[in-house]
Nanobody, 121 residues
Framework: QVQLVESGGGLVQAGGSLTLSCAAS????????MGWYRQAPEKQRELVAV???????VYADSVKGRFTISRDNAKNTVLLQMNSLKPEDTAVYYC???????????????WGQGTQVTVSS
């Protein structure tokens, strides 16, 4: 079993900053990509940023230049530094990890419980 635990959400004024953290624990053989998604009310969940174990990063166009994703492979953690926050960044942010629990076992997606980020104007 794999658990993803997020922290760092909250309420911030427009222009402010927040850092989200996610730690993976449990039966982990390896982790490929780790990343963040978000879902605003009445909208579909969307990719925010992802970082592969090889160092490749992908950002949504809406957050490029404002958000930075990083990870500590030894600790199985991923961070999302969010600067210059806007009201449209308001959403529930979910951590995602592509985890292989044993050798020769296909990796699968795991999700955190979500953390609320609210940006006031």
């Amino acid at each position: 079993q794999v658990q993803l635990v997020e922290s760092g959400g909250g309420l911030v004024q427009a222009g402010g900053s927040l850092t989200l953290s996610c730690a993976a624990s449990g039966t982990i053989f390896s982790i490929n990509a780790m990343g963040w998604y978000r879902q605003a009310p009445e909208k579909q969940r969307e990719l925010v940023a992802v970082l592969t174990s090889g160092g490749t990063t992908v950002y949504a166009d809406s957050v490029k230049g404002r958000f930075t994703i990083s990870r500590d492979n030894a600790k199985n953690t991923v961070l999302l530094q969010m600067n210059s926050l806007k009201p449209e960044d308001t959403a529930v942010y979910y951590c995602n990890a592509q985890v292989q629990v044993a050798a020769r076992v296909r990796e699968r997606d795991y999700w955190g419980q979500g953390t609320q980020v609210t940006v006031s104007s």
